[in-house]
């Protein structure tokens, strides 16, 4: 199984930036799962306009989730 990568953060400031990064760093990780199929996608806001994305052995594989801190 190959090493999960490391969490990537994303900073906008309006939510079309937000929405475009949020798209482009997905699509990323997408790809990297399907080297991991026991892992999904977790996108987490961590305050406004800051969110993390990450590979989660909590989320089922092809599924992305979101969660609020």
């Given at each position: 199984?190959?090493?999960?990568?490391?969490?990537?953060?994303?900073?906008?400031?309006?939510?079309?930036?937000?929405?475009?990064?949020?798209?482009?760093?997905?699509?990323?990780?997408?790809?990297?799962?399907?080297?991991?199929?026991?892992?999904?996608?977790?996108?987490?806001?961590?305050?406004p306009g800051q969110?993390?994305?990450?590979?989660?052995?909590?989320?089922?594989?092809?599924?992305?989730?979101?969660?609020?801190?």
């Amino acid at each position: 199984m190959p090493a999960s990568p490391a969490p990537q953060t994303i900073t906008a400031s309006t939510a079309d930036e937000a929405n475009t990064l949020l798209n482009i760093v997905v699509e990323e990780f997408q790809h990297l799962a399907r080297q991991d199929p026991g892992c999904g996608i977790l996108v987490t806001k961590t305050g406004p306009g800051q969110f993390t994305v990450e590979l989660s052995e909590h989320v089922p594989y092809g599924l992305t989730l979101q969660a609020v801190v």
